[in-house]
């Protein structure tokens, strides 16, 4: 009896050890400050490569420098959109494009045609043309775009005037008006907007309080997070079904470009400045990825 529980004693000294954290992975592509810059990191690997693969990006001020979609990577250049393979290989022509916004069907995107003797900062352009990351156009319409289209959901093309509404191009009619002036994130039928200051996050008409920075922030890959800064820096993590919020232990984003992007592998990274990345996942710590980048104006991840 005595040497039972001696051994039952012995083994409840015993303390499991606790798994070692997860190493962060997914590709991530950013669009350097410098222009024409692309720089494509993989975050398992810790490598990073950088081309200079366009002479100069394309004017205004776009929603996007850079989006990966249908497993390849979309930009735009001197009126042009050009898509390539993940390794920053295998150009393709997507064909005239002042800016570009991404389609809410995976592989496509939707470009602007800027209005032929108009001046570049015009509102108005005479037209938009989805098409595929291969080059197949799939939806074309030579028609005044009334507004600065930022983004595009399931029912049409998110169009910023004195506040967001969707608008169908294929009708030409608007489709509904979001509560928000500012965009934070979409997807598919999902528009998450806000009004500064960001004391609502609008999720559709349905609003979360909280503090929140009226910038675009990151859906986590099906949709049920999003991740978007702070006034102080901080990221802030809304469960979209619930609306509760937390923030990421730990995590400060650039106050300049504080950038976020969700991979598929379920990993949040975002511009942490001077030339860092950070990397979290839920039930993870947030952690430095330890890679030098440069500054950068946009981020994008497979």
Not at 88 to 97: H, Y
Not at 139 to 152: L, M, Q, S, T
Not at 171 to 185: A, D, I, K
Request: net charge positive; with cysteine; charged share 20%.
């Amino acid at each position: 009896m005595l040497v039972l529980v001696a051994v039952a004693l012995a083994g409840c000294g015993e303390v499991a050890a606790e798994p070692p954290p997860a190493a962060p992975s997914g590709l991530l592509f950013l669009a350097g400050r410098d222009p024409g810059t692309l720089t494509r990191v993989d975050a398992a690997t810790r490598t990073v490569t950088t081309r200079r693969k366009l002479r100069q990006l394309g004017g205004g001020d776009p929603p996007n420098f850079v989006h990966f979609t249908g497993r390849r990577l979309v930009t735009f250049a001197l009126g042009r959109a050009t898509s390539f393979a993940p390794d920053l290989s295998d150009p393709r022509d997507l064909g005239e494009s002042w800016f570009f916004v991404p389609s809410a069907t995976p592989g496509r995107v939707w470009n602007l045609l800027l209005r032929r003797g108009g001046p570049a900062t015009q509102v108005y352009f005479r037209g938009v043309r989805e098409v595929g990351v291969d080059g197949t156009p799939t939806f074309a319409r030579r028609w005044n775009v009334p507004g600065w289209p930022v983004g595009a959901v399931d029912d049409g093309l998110v169009l910023s005037r004195h506040r967001l509404e969707v608008w169908d191009p294929g009708t030409r009619r608007r489709v509904r008006r979001l509560p928000g002036r500012f965009l934070v994130g979409l997807h598919r039928s999902v528009v998450a907007s806000c009004n500064e200051p960001c004391e609502r996050l609008y999720l559709d008409e349905r609003a979360v309080p909280g503090r929140f920075a009226p910038r675009r922030g990151a859906f986590s890959p099906a949709g049920t997070l999003l991740a978007l800064p702070t006034p102080g820096r901080r990221i802030a993590v809304v469960d979209v079904v619930t609306g509760v919020t937390h923030h990421v232990p730990g995590a400060r984003v650039d106050a300049g470009y504080p950038l976020l992007a969700w991979a598929s592998s379920g990993w949040l990274f975002w511009n942490a400045g001077h030339g860092r990345l950070g990397a979290w996942r839920p039930g993870e710590p947030a952690r430095d990825l330890g890679v030098e980048v440069g500054a950068f104006v946009d981020i994008t991840a497979s």
